[in-house]
């Protein structure tokens, strides 16, 4: 297991390149099991999280090769209909080829993902969504067994807004017999790419960005050539080292449009954004200033910054409060944030963040992807040495993560353990 050893208290400045989502490739990349034949996906991040999704794929039938961020897939032959647990145990996004594996062959045997570092994270809408298509689901041994001949339109309300639930539905839709209507759907950028993808297959879907998506389903689709959008969540994460190291990062390759209230926020704290040739220049403050924030489905603040920006709070000027309404455990990074001491107490979904004039660098143990963003964030600009362990958790989610931090100025390296 791999290690990060981050020398901190360096203003990091200078230009990084973001990379393709993760969480659009992911969905993206099951669509593929939609069209026979060969994809190419551009703009793939080089993830665990993606080659766990190509290991899946392949074990299908597919075929899978990632080479300079281009993805090929060729899903001519889909022999087999089973995500398998060890795979899914280690990627709950493995739930995504649910839906295409029932459009396509008619049935899907999926092991069901269980809780997970943040929270329970069920899949009940997901599997209330197939069921009103017209799908027989059963659970049995730990696993989902789905069945359908045809999948039917249907009329679906989700009551609470679901990522990977709004995508598996759209995915199942596209090929369904009549037209499906997805109330409160996700609007989350990642859903509006994976509808794009789609619809560069031929698929007729109306309305993705909005509460309300309208499929009607077509009887084939062909094979995807589709460019994967900039990270929001690497670009934002990025945007806090700005802030908490009182740096000047010009961020390339990022939409700032799908990072408006993170953007608003951050200015609150007195992080200073400028259009730049090549992107989006951010310059952080002396000391950010302590700002409120509350999580919430996209155009919300997302859940995915949580962590990083209370991070950029440790050391803010005030007491900054910040509720998690999103996920019921997403506060694992406040134990090891306190480890470098940090003053934050948490009641319920709730965290109270005293800033402090400096933290101190520390050893920490990441425990999920976006808590481990939120330590090397600290660490940047704690006093002193700070080594985190278990970093296999970031590899799931950033791209040359130390590469692009060096480039920027940071002291960090990856060791052995
Ligand atoms: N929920 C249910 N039932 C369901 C589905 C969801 O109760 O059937 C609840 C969840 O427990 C949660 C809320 O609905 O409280 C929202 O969860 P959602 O389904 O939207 O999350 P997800 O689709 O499993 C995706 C991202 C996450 C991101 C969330 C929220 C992917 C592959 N994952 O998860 O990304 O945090 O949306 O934006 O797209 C990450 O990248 O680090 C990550 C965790």
Do not use: W
């Not at 069209?35 to 665990?48: F, K, S, Y």
């Not at 999926?110 to 809408?125: W, Y």
């Not at 050893?363 to 808590?371: C, I």
């Amino acid at each position: 297991m791999d290690t990060l050893v981050i020398n901190g208290k360096k203003r990091l400045s200078g230009t990084v390149e973001i990379s393709g989502s993760k969480n659009a490739a992911l969905p993206i990349m099951a669509a593929s099991i939609l069209a026979e034949g060969e994809h190419q996906i551009t703009n793939v991040p080089h993830l665990r999280d993606v080659r766990t999704m190509g290991r899946l794929l392949a074990n299908l039938g597919a075929g899978f090769h990632l080479e300079d961020n281009r993805a090929i897939l060729d899903c001519t032959m889909i022999t087999n209909f089973e995500a398998p647990y060890d795979l899914v145990s280690t990627m709950r996004a493995s739930v995504l080829i649910l839906g295409p594996l029932l459009a396509r062959l008619g049935k899907a045997k999926v092991s069901l993902p269980g809780g997970c570092a943040i929270g329970a994270r069920p899949i009940n809408l997901h599997l209330m969504g197939l069921k009103k298509m017209g799908a027989t689901i059963k659970l049995e041994s730990g696993y989902v067994l789905a069945k359908a001949k045809r999948l039917k339109g249907a009329s679906i309300y989700f009551d609470t807004s679901t990522v990977t639930g709004t995508e598996n539905i759209m995915m199942a839709a596209v090929l369904a017999e009549g037209k499906t209507v997805i109330e409160n759907a996700a609007r989350e950028p990642e859903v509006s790419d994976l509808a794009n993808a789609l619809i560069s297959m031929g698929a007729k879907i109306k309305g993705a960005g909005e509460s309300l998506i309208e499929i009607e389903g077509v009887s084939r689709l062909i094979p995807l050539a589709y460019e994967i959008i900039p990270d929001r969540i690497e670009a934002g994460t990025f945007m806090t080292i700005a802030g908490i190291t009182g740096g000047d990062i010009t961020i390339k390759r990022c939409m700032p449009d799908h990072l408006d209230a993170l953007i608003n926020n951050l200015q609150d704290c007195g992080i200073r954004f400028k259009k730049a040739r090549t992107g989006i220049r951010v310059i952080g403050p002396e000391r950010p200033l302590a700002v409120n924030v509350r999580t919430m489905p996209y155009p919300g603040f997302p859940t995915d910054m949580q962590a990083q920006f209370m991070a950029m709070m440790c050391i803010a000027a005030g007491t900054s409060v910040i509720s998690e309404k999103i996920f019921e455990n997403r506060f694992m990074h406040v134990a090891e944030l306190r480890r470098m001491g940090a003053d934050i107490t948490i009641e319920g979904g709730t965290a109270t963040i005293r800033g402090i004039d400096l933290l101190k660098g520390a050893p920490l143990m990441a425990t999920d992807l976006r808590a481990s963003a939120s330590l090397i964030v600290a660490a940047l600009a704690a006093e002193g040495r700070t080594t985190v362990h278990r970093i296999y958790h970031l590899d799931r989610g950033y791209e040359k993560i130390e590469e692009k931090l060096q480039t920027l100025g940071a002291d960090v390296r990856r060791e052995k353990e």
